[in-house]
């Protein structure tokens, strides 16, 4: 009865891994075949001949070059400077008592309530008068502050002992040298984990790139891969490419970095 149990559980187990796998392994197939062979009747499940220059075609002819490196560029310039304001912040409301702390962090919290989509126009339009439309600093800047960045790393602080904050203290260090030196390492396997979750968000940032970029030079990937819709004739195979190529580099950073994510979200949810 054990043995009958178990078999069925891992039946479902699997029967659900396939349900999840097949679009991706749909995905790579497709993109090395023709158009005409994405939407054959029966399906054709492997190309009878790999279609390698769809890959080529996206480099020549659509400079997924430097799509690549726009998107690597914004999302470890969003993970970098996210992450040192988040620790700031997230260490500045939990260990320092100061006028409006709590309203302010109130706010914090409230702004994970509304959605990016109420402030795009606005934030269009001030980004219009500083110069900043088709920029890649116009995407990387509104998204330095993360109000779930600082709810994590506050959580996280709040676990430090303030014994350790003081003997820094009494042995002569500032609050810089403090936070530098004492409390970044205390913070690393918190910051290991918020850094995944802040590139994968960025790396598949697709709204606000689509509504201020406009050169092709200056397209992040998940825009680039939208502007080779063409209508009746949309290159799906190419999509298919570019989808492929967008998934690799995001899910080499997973598996590097998995043991942090996993640590780090475990030991913040005991702390928290």
Partial sequence: MRLMRRSIVFLLLAAAAVCMLFPFFW???SSLKLRSDIFAMPP????????AENYVQLFTQYRFGSVLLNSVGTAFAVTAGGLLFSAMAGFAFAK???????????IVLATLMIPMET????LFLIYKKLGLIDRLIGVVLPRLASGFGIFFMRQYCSSIQ????????????TEYRLFVSVVLPVLRPALASLGIIFFIEEWNNFLWPTVILRSPDNLTIAVAIRSL?????T?????????????VPMLLFILFFQKQLTAGLIDGAVKG
């Fill in 229 to 233: 819709e063409a209508g009746v004739r």
């Fill in 96 to 106: 320092y008592r100061f006028r409006f702390g709590g309203v302010l962090f109130a």
């Fill in 44 to 51: 054709v499940w492997f190309p009878k001949t790999p279609h």
């Fill in 27 to 29: 995905m790579i197939s």
């Fill in 119 to 122: 402030g795009m126009v606005p």
């Fill in 162 to 173: 303030n014994q350790l904050l003081d003997a820094a203290r009494i042995d002569g260090c």
């Fill in 235 to 247: 290159p799906y195979q190419l999509i298919m490419s570019g989808s492929v190529i967008s998934i």
